[in-house]
């Protein structure tokens, strides 16, 4: 069965480095989201990206964030200088239309800022 | 008023026990609805989507009203692989692509 790969399982960085998530969504899938979850808090939109570009962005995704489709396969998130209240699961998730239809959430990638 | 409501739980119930969650939500224009099932510490996967008309899968049932902004998810035959955490999601196409906005979720414990 296809599915949404992320990696690095877990990350551990120090506040100010710039961290780079990254994400295979499923093949044929045309949208792509990001999405956080504190622990202990729900899920949050990020960004979504479609044709690539952004579609959409929430209040929390600032100047700080940022993300790539670098080839035909990637879809990275970037965060410049990390803080310690960006530590959470970071979520990718993947649609083969917008998200009217299934969502497929990878993994995700457990970030830990010290 | 939160954009996606839930009661967080937990709901300890014993197996067999028929279980019912709710959610309302705020945004009126919201289009889509799902539950989704997440495990401690594991991505969000699609239980079953929403419809006004109401919808089964096997021991879950799912239902929509949309006058009173209001979904729920019935389970019946309570199983301990149920125990988990429910979130109800819905979205609304603001643009290209859609987000999905999350409730907190409501936390099933099935004991034996």
């Known amino acids: 069965e296809p599915e949404v790969t992320q990696t690095p399982s877990h990350q551990v960085t120090q506040m100010g480095q710039e961290v780079i998530l990254r994400c295979v969504p499923i093949s044929n899938h045309l949208y792509f989201y990001w999405y956080r979850q504190i622990l202990g808090q729900k899920v949050e939109f990020l960004v979504s990206f479609y044709n690539n570009e952004i579609s959409e962005k929430s209040e929390i995704f600032d100047d700080q964030f940022s993300v790539e489709r670098p080839d035909g396969s990637n879809f990275t998130l970037k965060i410049r200088s990390t803080k310690l209240e960006d530590s959470a699961m970071y979520f990718c998730?993947?649609?083969?239309?917008?998200?009217?239809?299934?969502?497929?959430f990878g993994q995700g990638t457990r970030l830990t800022v010290v | 008023r939160k954009e996606v409501e839930q009661d967080p739980g937990p709901f300890n119930v014993p197996e067999g026990a028929t279980v019912a969650f709710n959610c309302t939500y705020s945004n009126s224009a919201s289009q889509s609805f799902f539950w989704y099932r997440q495990d401690c510490r594991k991505e969000p996967k699609l239980l079953m989507s929403v419809y006004s008309s109401g919808n089964e899968d096997g021991r879950f049932t799912a239902q929509l009203n949309r006058a009173s902004q209001y979904i729920s998810l019935l389970i019946r035959d309570s199983k301990l692989s149920d125990s988990a955490t429910y979130l109800c999601v819905v979205t609304s196409n603001t643009g290209t692509a859609s987000k999905l906005t999350f409730g907190t979720g409501t936390r099933l414990q099935v004991t034996l």
């Open positions: 998730a993947s649609s083969v239309q917008g998200a009217m239809t299934e969502a497929f």
